[in-house]
C-alpha cells in the first residue's frame, strides 16, 4: 500500500507556471504506475499525464500536451508535474494517482490517491 500527498499548487497568473509534487510513502515507490489527474467544480475528474515505473514513458492528452511535464525520481519517492503557460480553464483540484497495474488513462482503474492540491489560474 501507498500514501500519496501533493504539494504545489496555489494562485497564477494565465501564462505562469507551477509545479506540483507528489511524494509516496513506502518503499516500493518504484513498483507503482502514477497519474495526475483533475477535477473543477461540477466537472468529472480528467486525466493530465500519467509515467511508467522507470519513468521512461509519459503520456497525455491533448490538452496539455507540449505545456505540462510528469517526471518521478524513484529515490525520493515523487512523482512532479511541471506545468507551463497555464490558462484558466486549467484551473482545478490536481491529484496524484498510483497503482500496481499498468498505465491507465482513467481514473477508475486507480487505487490509491492523494487528497489534491488546488490550482487557480487568473486572466
Known amino acids: 500500500q501507498v500514501q500519496l500527498v501533493e504539494s504545489g499548487g496555489g494562485l497564477v497568473q494565465a501564462g505562469g507556471s507551477l509545479r506540483l509534487s507528489c511524494a509516496a510513502s513506502?518503499?516500493?515507490?518504484?513498483?507503482?504506475?502514477c497519474g495526475w489527474f483533475r477535477q473543477a467544480p461540477g466537472k468529472e475528474r480528467e486525466f493530465v499525464a500519467a509515467?511508467?515505473?522507470?519513468?521512461?514513458?509519459?503520456y497525455y492528452p491533448d490538452s496539455v500536451k507540449g505545456r505540462f511535464t510528469i517526471s518521478r525520481d524513484n529515490a525520493k519517492n515523487t512523482v512532479y508535474l511541471q506545468m507551463n503557460s497555464l490558462k484558466p480553464e486549467d484551473t482545478a483540484v490536481y491529484y496524484c494517482a498510483a497503482d500496481l497495474m499498468r498505465v491507465e488513462r482513467s481514473p477508475e482503474k486507480y487505487d490509491y490517491w492523494g487528497q489534491g492540491t488546488q490550482v487557480t489560474v487568473s486572466s
Open positions: 513506502g518503499r516500493t515507490f518504484s513498483s507503482y504506475v
Open positions: 509515467i511508467n515505473r522507470s519513468g521512461s514513458l509519459t
